[in-house]
């Protein structure tokens, strides 16, 4: 066989076609992948394959704009090849709101999804382009997405407290808030949460003061407020600042049902500070109160703690 045997127009032609079949074959494997899923055309560029749907029908569970997410993500080329085998293995949170740099593409992908749905993006062209790299031609280049959404949230809306109904409801949050830290034994979170309620209502404004039932909100929250935080800073023996923010407020309790336990955090913190006397001293006021006799037990226990203290 000759030379131009070897280089005959249809040789040359066969030749390129087996790599036009190549690649072909190459650029299928990922489609070969997600051809099995149904298909849903996003934008030009942007092409969904829904692996699980979403069973939620909760409109605040669709991803959007403000939404935070929970999310697993499988980033692969048209080869299949997996790019990023350590992020996927791990579950990672994103704000949409946030300014965080995202794909274009990816963007557009999340805000097309639900929680628990699971499906492949195919990015290609302009929507592969990061804000800040937009000299970067991949109007060839196309990747997958295999994106997993295990969790959305929405931002609360900032609650108005230019009324007194509504800083009741804010009151009533930061209470509630703190009593489910303090049951989970989060006694720090619990004494911070009781204590923004505290410092919500040192910061009364003052045309509120005259609404109606205003004082008495302010003077029943702040009270339980106060009471509450001092139960948390006994649990992490803080007894000075326990002490130090329940005597103003003893005099203050008639009537209240909880002022038996102030009476019994505020004596068990001035035995922990050795202040025996003064503790034998709040011992003999609540002995007075008509529920004394139910709770005389507990109290003559630290009357004992108390004479034991002096007599060391």
Same mark, same amino acid.
């Given at each position: 066989?000759n030379?131009?045997?070897?280089?005959?127009?249809?040789?040359? *032609?066969?030749?390129l076609?087996?790599?036009?079949? +190549?690649?072909?074959?190459?650029?299928?494997?990922?489609?070969?992948?997600?051809?099995?899923?149904?298909?849903?055309i996003?934008?030009?560029n942007?092409? %969904?394959?829904?692996?699980?749907?979403?069973?939620?029908?909760?409109p605040?569970?669709?991803?959007?704009e403000?939404?935070?997410i929970?999310?697993?993500? $499988?980033?692969?080329?048209?080869?299949?090849?997996?790019?990023?085998?350590? +992020?996927?293995?791990?579950?990672?949170k994103i704000?949409?709101?946030?300014?965080?740099?995202?794909?274009?593409?990816?963007?557009?992908?999340?805000l097309?999804?639900?929680?628990g749905?699971k499906?492949?993006?195919?990015?290609s062209?302009?929507?592969?382009? =990061?804000?800040?790299?937009?000299?970067?031609s991949?109007?060839?280049?196309v990747k997958?997405?295999?994106?997993?959404?295990?969790?959305?949230?929405?931002?609360?809306?900032?609650?108005d407290?230019?009324?007194v109904?509504?800083?009741?409801?804010?009151l009533?949050?930061? =209470?509630?808030?703190?009593?489910?830290?303090f049951?989970?034994?989060?006694?720090?979170?619990?004494a911070?949460?009781?204590l923004?309620?505290?410092?919500?209502?040192?910061?009364?404004?003052?045309?509120?003061n005259?609404? %109606?039932?205003?004082?008495?909100?302010?003077?029943?929250?702040?009270?339980?407020l106060?009471?509450?935080?001092?139960?948390?800073?006994? %649990?992490?023996?803080?007894? +000075?600042?326990?002490?130090?923010?329940?005597?103003?407020?003893m005099?203050?309790?008639?009537?209240? $049902?909880?002022?038996?336990?102030?009476?019994y955090r505020l004596i068990?913190c001035?035995?922990?500070?050795e202040e025996?006397? =003064?503790?034998l001293?709040?011992?003999?006021?609540?002995?007075e109160?008509?529920?004394?006799?139910?709770? *005389? +037990?507990?109290?003559?226990?630290?009357?004992?703690?108390?004479?034991?203290?002096?007599?060391?």
């Amino acid at each position: 066989m000759n030379q131009s045997d070897w280089f005959s127009i249809e040789n040359d *032609e066969d030749f390129l076609q087996q790599g036009v079949n +190549q690649q072909k074959k190459v650029k299928s494997e990922m489609e070969n992948i997600v051809s099995k899923y149904e298909k849903v055309i996003l934008e030009e560029n942007l092409i %969904k394959y829904i692996v699980i749907a979403s069973k939620n029908d909760d409109p605040s569970k669709k991803v959007n704009e403000k939404s935070r997410i929970k999310i697993k993500c $499988e980033e692969k080329d048209e080869k299949a090849n997996l790019l990023n085998p350590t +992020q996927y293995l791990n579950t990672f949170k994103i704000s949409l709101s946030s300014s965080i740099p995202l794909i274009k593409g990816f963007r557009l992908a999340l805000l097309s999804m639900k929680e628990g749905e699971k499906a492949w993006f195919k990015i290609s062209g302009d929507l592969l382009e =990061k804000p800040d790299n937009i000299e970067n031609s991949l109007k060839d280049h196309v990747k997958y997405y295999l994106i997993h959404i295990e969790e959305v949230s929405q931002p609360q809306q900032q609650l108005d407290v230019t009324n007194v109904e509504n800083r009741l409801i804010q009151l009533e949050k930061f =209470k509630e808030e703190g009593n489910k830290l303090f049951q989970n034994g989060d006694y720090i979170g619990a004494a911070s949460r009781y204590l923004r309620g505290i410092n919500f209502i040192e910061k009364w404004p003052k045309n509120l003061n005259k609404e %109606k039932n205003s004082e008495k909100i302010k003077e029943d929250f702040y009270l339980v407020l106060v009471s509450n935080r001092a139960q948390a800073l006994l %649990k992490l023996k803080d007894f +000075q600042e326990c002490q130090k923010i329940l005597e103003p407020i003893m005099q203050r309790l008639e009537q209240r $049902e909880y002022k038996i336990k102030c009476y019994y955090r505020l004596i068990s913190c001035l035995i922990n500070l050795e202040e025996y006397q =003064k503790a034998l001293d709040y011992i003999n006021i609540i002995k007075e109160d008509s529920r004394y006799p139910q709770f *005389e +037990q507990i109290f003559k226990e630290l009357e004992d703690d108390c004479n034991q203290g002096q007599q060391k």
